[in-house]
């Protein structure tokens, strides 16, 4: 029928809209992705029906360090196992580091979904070592990845589509813009419940400090290490909920955050987090909350950059850099950009190891 709109506004920003039937079947894919998960929120039929909304003749998941370091789990689609299995990783990572133009994004920091052929014409790609050693002898054309934005800093997880014949298009990317907050949250979620698990099958031996609540947040049941830490943090023992909790979890179910709680007391934090009708709580040593741009400055600090430099790169004033950082000294405690980014470079790596020690 003519003069009849057949999209619906499902769209993030300037991103076009989706068809009436894609939007349905992504609304469709976010309300049963829980229900196709295995072991790991992305394993199991997951991928299968991810690639079903994103057609693709290989489709995988991974967590790495850098660009070609695995350090998590990698996750194949069932049946594309050994999509791959031809392939020399010893000759191929070099040309990967040297020539993937979406390997070169997300080193500078870039998350989102992106695609070959928005940096590379056809007959660019078909120019380069990259095309003729990894994807032509598949009869591949295009890939398009999607970075999560889950921190810590340096650590890549990736969703990875490549396919044959004609490019991935506007609407694949739209597709997995539109997802990227959906899997955000499977994943944390995913990793809560493991935790969650963990402490509850271990807590007699390990003392894991885990509150179970019931109806109106009352506790059913806390581990000794929770009320312990309820007690220290709180000055109360443990029978109810403080109030501090209370009211978070409130403004956590409401929507109004979705940040996990933290209490500081002298050189110590509790990190309070709810997970399925559980609160897991964690001390942790106390690091000062860097807003994301401080972060994103003093790394770039770190790397060697001069104020003149960050603002370049980061299209500010260097005065606005001098600002941030000059909060960031009062945060640390602080007085020269050595002492800053020693600081910052050990919070780094006990996040890093932190990160280490949940997925071990």
Request: contains cysteine; proline residues 4%.
């Amino acid at each position: 029928m003519s003069g009849v709109d057949t999209s619906i506004d499902v769209s993030l920003g300037g991103m076009p809209s989706l068809a009436r039937g894609d939007a349905e079947r992504v609304l469709r894919f976010v309300a049963e992705a829980e229900s196709f998960a295995g072991d790991h929120p992305f394993a199991g039929e997951f991928l299968t029906e991810l690639g079903r909304l994103v057609p693709a003749d290989y489709v995988g998941y991974s967590d790495r360090v850098g660009c070609d370091e695995e350090d998590g789990p990698h996750i194949d689609r069932l049946g594309d196992e050994a999509f791959y299995s031809g392939l020399d990783w010893d000759e191929l990572t070099p040309v990967y580091e040297a020539e993937d133009p979406l390997a070169r994004h997300f080193r500078q920091g870039g998350f989102g979904a992106v695609k070959i052929s928005d940096r590379l014409s056809r007959r660019e790609l078909h120019r380069t070592a990259l095309y003729n050693l990894m994807l032509k002898p598949y009869g591949l054309e295009d890939s398009l990845i999607l970075r999560l934005g889950i921190p810590p800093r340096g650590v890549l997880r990736v969703f990875g589509f490549d396919r044959g014949g004609r490019g991935f298009t506007a609407r694949d990317r739209t597709v997995l813009e539109l997802l990227h907050p959906h899997l955000v949250r499977l994943r944390y979620a995913g990793e809560n419940r493991r935790r969650l698990q963990e402490a509850l099958a271990l807590h007699e031996s390990t003392r894991a400090p885990v509150v179970l609540l019931e109806a109106a947040d009352r506790i059913a049941f806390a581990t000794t290490a929770a009320c312990e830490l309820i007690e220290r943090y709180f000055g109360e023992n443990g029978v109810a909920l403080p109030d501090l909790i209370g009211s978070w979890l409130r403004e956590r179910r409401r929507g109004t955050t979705g940040e996990p709680l933290h209490v500081d007391v002298g050189d110590r934090v509790l990190v309070v987090e709810l997970v399925d009708g559980a609160v897991l709580l964690e001390e942790r040593q106390w690091r000062p909350r860097l807003t994301p741009r401080e972060r994103e400055i003093l790394g770039l600090v770190a790397e060697g950059s001069t104020n003149a430099e960050v603002a370049e790169r980061l299209w500010v004033s260097p005065g606005t850099v001098r600002k941030h950082l000059d909060n960031v000294y009062a945060k640390l405690g602080v007085h020269t950009r050595t002492a800053a980014v020693t600081h910052f470079l050990r919070f780094i790596n006990d996040e890093e190891r932190e990160l280490g020690n949940t997925s071990s």
